[in-house]
Antibody
Framework: EVQLVESGGGFVQPGGSLRLSCAVS????????MSWVRQAPGKGLEWLSG????????YHIDSVKGRFTISRDNSKNTLYLQMNSLRDEDTAVYYC?????????????????WGQGTMVTVSS | SYDLTQPPSVFVSPGQPASITCSGD??????VSWYQQKPGQSPVLVIY???NRPSGIPERFSGSNSGNTATLTISETQAMDEADYYC?????????FGGGTKLTVL
């Protein structure tokens, strides 16, 4: 069974840091790109970051660039999101998602498996 | 930035067809995916590359994309289809989601 299990969420003050993990099983992790998508309370989905199958290619949207870093360890079948300088507006459920392709930038790509999500609350 | 516009809500009676639209500039030139999200659950891919259904998705779900509008159609809507639906497309260099449509079956 294909599974993505996120962990690492929690409550943090503005300016703080968290590292999210996404443990993967049931498929060849090193063959697919991975993404992080977040959903603020009561709001829609927002793609944040993508990493290629090898980990050599990454991208972050402007609002998190310089603060968040996506990475992966293919030997551990785990995806990460290091989040620094957190802001109130980063409060959301964070999902890891499996891309159908080996690269996150294929226009024909889609996210065919999602984790259960981990809640991040940023508040003073 | 590229915008995908969805109606906030769609209402349908059980057994009737439901259509959810997603509009964007020259969207027909892009591939569109659709995701279903039920309350408290993670999104599920229901359509990719405009018209393709992943394994396990019922045949009543179909998609189309032309001009400036992509459409998700549920042929005979069931109570279990009540959910939020999001469209998605690639606009270099990012993935863009529509704002979501709440489908109510009543």
């Amino acid at each position: 069974e294909v599974q993505l299990v996120e962990s690492g969420g929690g409550f943090v003050q503005p300016g703080g840091s968290l590292r999210l993990s996404c443990a993967v099983s049931g498929f060849s992790f090193s063959s697919y790109a991975m993404s992080w998508v977040r959903q603020a309370p009561g709001k829609g989905l927002e793609w944040l970051s993508g990493v290629s199958d090898s980990g050599r290619s990454t991208y972050h949207i402007d609002s998190v660039k310089g603060r968040f870093t996506i990475s992966r360890d293919n030997s551990k079948n785990t995806l990460y999101l290091q989040m620094n300088s957190l802001r109130d507006e980063d409060t959301a459920v964070y999902y890891c998602a499996k891309d159908q392709k080996y690269t996150w930038s294929d226009p024909g790509d889609a996210f065919d498996v999602w984790g259960q999500g981990t809640m991040v609350t940023v508040s003073s | 930035s590229y915008d995908l516009t969805q109606p906030p809500s769609v209402f349908v009676s059980p057994g009737q067809p439901a259509s959810i639209t997603c509009s964007g500039d020259k969207l027909g030139n892009k591939y569109v995916s659709w995701y279903q999200q039920k309350p408290g659950q993670s999104p599920v891919l229901v359509i990719y590359q405009d018209v393709n259904r992943p394994s396990g998705i019922p045949e009543r779900f179909s998609g189309s994309n032309s001009g400036n509008t992509a459409t998700l159609t549920i042929s005979e809507t069931q109570a279990m289809d009540e959910a939020d639906y999001y469209c998605q497309a690639w606009d270099y260099p990012t993935w863009v989601f529509g704002g979501g449509t709440k489908l109510t079956v009543l």
